[in-house]
């Protein structure tokens, strides 16, 4: 979890295994403020279940294509999601995090969260 405006690292969390992003997040039960803006890619459909202030891309139909409006959303949101992408890059500069993991799978969390705070120490106020 990312904060669009300071570009800091809020919180990370695992699964066990291999997990796809949804589940895990379903499955953490972070508290989050109803007012919080979660901005998500194409692979979190149905997040308005659990949190109704989220937005994602419009996906297109089979067989017909998005409208205008559509692609501007999606190029909207892709201009505010890049800023996570790119602290996302920074992260896996790190070859623990990028590569596959040979440490013990109980301290994989730890090392993430490491990870995350050399990330924020490094880039804070940039």
Not at 92 to 101: A, H, L, S
Request: proline share 2%; hydrophobic share 40%.
């Amino acid at each position: 979890m990312i904060c669009v405006l300071t570009l800091t690292i809020l919180s990370v969390v695992m699964g066990k295994g291999q997990q796809h992003d949804f589940l895990v997040f379903k499955n953490n039960r972070l508290l989050l403020h109803s007012g919080a803006l979660l901005l998500a890619d194409s692979g979190y459909q149905g997040i308005h279940k659990h949190h109704q202030n989220s937005t994602l891309p419009v996906k297109k139909k089979k067989g017909q294509p998005l409208s205008a409006e559509d692609k501007a959303h999606n190029k909207a949101l892709a201009k505010r999601r890049i800023y996570i992408e790119h602290v996302n890059r920074r992260c896996k500069v790190f070859r623990i995090v990028k590569d596959v993991y040979r440490g013990k799978h109980k301290n994989y969390s730890l090392t993430w969260r490491l990870v995350a705070a050399l990330v924020n120490l490094r880039y804070d106020g940039i």
